[in-house]
Every structure is written in structure tokens, then in C-alpha cells.
């Protein structure tokens, strides 16, 4: 073998020598990145508010009955002045009180061959209420007597049960997610610490959805708002 084929070889070997400790050290650094990507843990954070109601739906769903349709408009009529008037007199802006279309039934038409009504027409209609004063309805809801002493036949049924509602939940979203987030992060530090680990930066994160109940069937006027959070948090050594 000549002298330039040995030195050629040479150089080859240690080619492929620093070829090897260069792919080892790689194998050994993407094994270690790999390792560190697979340790995350994932926690659920919670948030949750107590708010008063901020509107209130007020249906004042009222019937009369009659054998002629002239005298059934009019007492219809009469029935929805004095809703009205009764509203306007516990404090609530006229312009906050609408009311829907009349609905009229022929009761003899509907008979079917049984005994006829006592009264051919009923008429129904409701007067709806919408105002954001929660109190002043709670406080009027318990006179409606005085309103059945006049004439006005209401008929309060579930369809016409009166609404609570939460309307200000874009001014408190924030708050609550970064109250879920830091919920989440001290369980993720309770599960790192128990581990032998440390809390690293959020891989990923999820928001649910955001929940509005009543606080229970006796206080719907009162709401609980909820939030989930779910995080993925690196692991440390």
C-alpha cells in the first residue's frame, strides 16, 4: 500500500470517527428533547361567581271569555289597560311594557260534538314587561291580587313564568378565566411537586364553556357562573 492510500485512510477513519461521536451526540440530544416533550400534565381549572340578575321578563299572560267578538275585543282591551296601569303605578317605564297579538279560539268550533261552552270566544294576550329594575319586580309580584280584584283574568302557567336574567358576562369573562387558569396552575404545581418536578410553560390550553344558573329554585333572581379550563403544563427537572 503506498503512502497516500494510508494517509487517505486514515483521514476516512477519522471521518467517519467524528461522523459517529457527532450523530451519538445528536441521537442523545433528540432523545433528551424527546423526553422533555413527553412530560406535561394536564389539569382541569375551575371558576365560579355568585352575580345578581340584571333583567327581568315579566309575562302577565291574561284570558276573557265571551259570545259576542265585539264586547270580547273590548274587554281584552280593558284587561291590558289595567295590566298596564298597574305597572306603570309599581314604577316601571311605559316604554319597557309591549304586548303580543290577541289570540282568539271559537270554544264552540273545538267542541266536538260535546255539550257547547258557556261562552263561545276566548281571547288571550300577554303583556310582557322587560326592565332591568330585579328588586322593584320582586317586590311587585306578590300584589298581582289587586289586578284579579279588577277583572283581569291571568293565567300563570310555566310557559309564562317570569325570567331572570345575567347580561353582563362580557365585563367579567377576564376575571374568571384568569381565575380558572390560576386554579389550574396550582394543581399542575401540587402534581409537579409530588413528582419531584417543576412547572413549566402551558403547551396548550382550552377554554369550556361558560355556564349562568340559577342559584337555586327558591333564588333565580341570584346566578352562579362557572368556567372549565383545561391546560397542558411542561414538566421540569
Same mark, same amino acid.
Given at each position: 500500500m503506498t503512502m497516500g492510500r494510508i494517509i487517505g485512510a486514515l483521514i476516512l477513519g477519522c471521518l467517519l470517527m467524528l461522523g459517529l461521536v457527532w450523530g451519538g451526540s445528536y441521537i442523545r440530544a433528540a432523545a433528551q428533547v424527546w423526553k422533555q416533550a413527553d412530560r406535561v400534565v394536564t %389539569?382541569?381549572?375551575?371558576?365560579?361567581?355568585q352575580v345578581p340578575a340584571d333583567l327581568a321578563l315579566w309575562p302577565l299572560h291574561f284570558s276573557v271569555t265571551g259570545d259576542q267578538l265585539g264586547p270580547l275585543q273590548a274587554e281584552m282591551a280593558a284587561s291590558e289597560r289595567r295590566i298596564r296601569d298597574f305597572l306603570v303605578a309599581e314604577g316601571f317605564d311605559a316604554g319597557n311594557i309591549s304586548v303580543t297579538p290577541p289570540n282568539v279560539r271559537d270554544l264552540q268550533a273545538e267542541s266536538y260534538g260535546q255539550p257547547p261552552p258557556e261562552e263561545r270566544y276566548r281571547g288571550e294576550a300577554t303583556v310582557l314587561l322587560r326592565t332591568p329594575k330585579v328588586a322593584r319586580v320582586k317586590a311587585a309580584m306578590p300584589k298581582t291580587g289587586t289586578l %284579579?280584584?279588577?277583572? %283581569?283574568?291571568?293565567?300563570?302557567?310555566?310557559?309564562?313564568r317570569i325570567e331572570f336574567l345575567f347580561t353582563g358576562l362580557e365585563a367579567i369573562k377576564p376575571e374568571m378565566i384568569a381565575a380558572a387558569t390560576q386554579d389550574a396552575r396550582r394543581a399542575a404545581e401540587q402534581f409537579a411537586n409530588d413528582a419531584g418536578s417543576a412547572v413549566g410553560h402551558i403547551r396548550s390550553a382550552s377554554q369550556g364553556y361558560f355556564s349562568i344558573n340559577d342559584l337555586d329554585s327558591y333564588t333565580p333572581d341570584i346566578k352562579r357562573i362557572r368556567v372549565v379550563t383545561t391546560i397542558d403544563y411542561a414538566l421540569d427537572d
Open positions: %389539569v382541569k381549572g375551575l371558576a365560579e361567581r %284579579v280584584g279588577n277583572g %283581569v283574568l291571568l293565567s300563570p302557567n310555566y310557559e309564562y
